[in-house]
């Protein structure tokens, strides 16, 4: 059960769009399409923003958007914002009622 | 509306057991998978398992199974996460969400325990 691989870090100016990988394996990531992403600001509890690999909650701009492709998902963000510099972590279904989280990405808006 | 509330910060010596509470409201508890979830200064999200409080049933990270117990108390709604034997490494903020039924993703999450361990 080995975590999930994400940039560490990634940056983009406002109004740019960004992209964070998330890549893991056929027994996790690309077995399933239970991937979701979280938003966690410094200090504060994760919280949603896609899951099931692309599903926004109510709530979450439709500036966030995901998706998957093999071991790979993806979270983009378009018309970045002062407000989007967070952390980013992906967790994902691995089988066998077990969940694995990604290694988390920093994003820093420029 | 639904609620997580945790218990406070700890302070641990090495070697000893740290036992953080989860108390559920604005929801019938047995109804939701609770996970608890931990997070070293600086670092990522870390899965540590889940218990159904229906049954009590529990399943845990492979990391964690024999140092973690998972209970439950359904006349007050609480889960408890106990970690024995602890370590400078399992200094870290513990947190509680909980899942749907059904659902592959946490909507709600407790606050947070701060957990310090110093020898």
């Known amino acids: 059960q080995s975590a999930l691989t994400q940039p560490a870090s990634v940056s983009g100016s406002p109004g740019q769009s960004i992209t964070i990988s998330c890549t893991g394996t056929s027994s996790d990531v690309g077995g399933y399409n239970l991937v979701s992403w979280y938003q966690q600001h410094p200090g504060k509890a994760p919280k949603v923003i896609i899951y099931?690999?692309?599903k926004r909650p109510s709530g979450v701009s439709d500036r966030f958007s995901g998706s998957k492709s093999g071991n790979t998902a993806s979270l983009t963000i378009s018309g970045l914002q002062a407000e989007d510099e967070a952390d980013y972590h992906c967790?994902?279904?691995?089988?066998?009622?077990?969940?694995?989280f990604g290694g988390g990405t920093k994003l820093t808006v420029l | 509306q639904m609620q997580l509330v945790q218990s406070g910060a700890e302070v641990k010596k090495t070697g000893s057991s740290v036992k953080v509470s989860c108390k559920a409201s604005?929801?019938?508890?047995?109804?939701?998978?609770l996970h608890w979830v931990r997070q070293a200064p600086g670092q990522a999200l870390e899965w540590m398992g889940w218990?159904?409080?229906?049954?009590?049933?529990?399943n845990y990270a492979q990391k964690f199974q024999d140092r973690v117990t998972f209970t439950r108390d359904r006349s007050v709604g609480t889960a408890y996460m106990e970690l024995s034997s602890l370590r400078s490494e399992d200094a870290a903020i513990y947190y509680c969400a909980t899942q749907g039924s059904g659902s592959s993703h946490f909507d709600y999450w407790g606050q947070g325990t701060l957990v310090t361990v110093s020898s």
């Open positions: 099931e690999c692309s």
């Open positions: 218990i159904t409080p229906f049954n009590g049933n529990t």
């Open positions: 604005g929801y019938t508890f047995t109804y939701r998978y």
């Open positions: 967790y994902s279904y691995a089988g066998s009622s077990l969940w694995v």
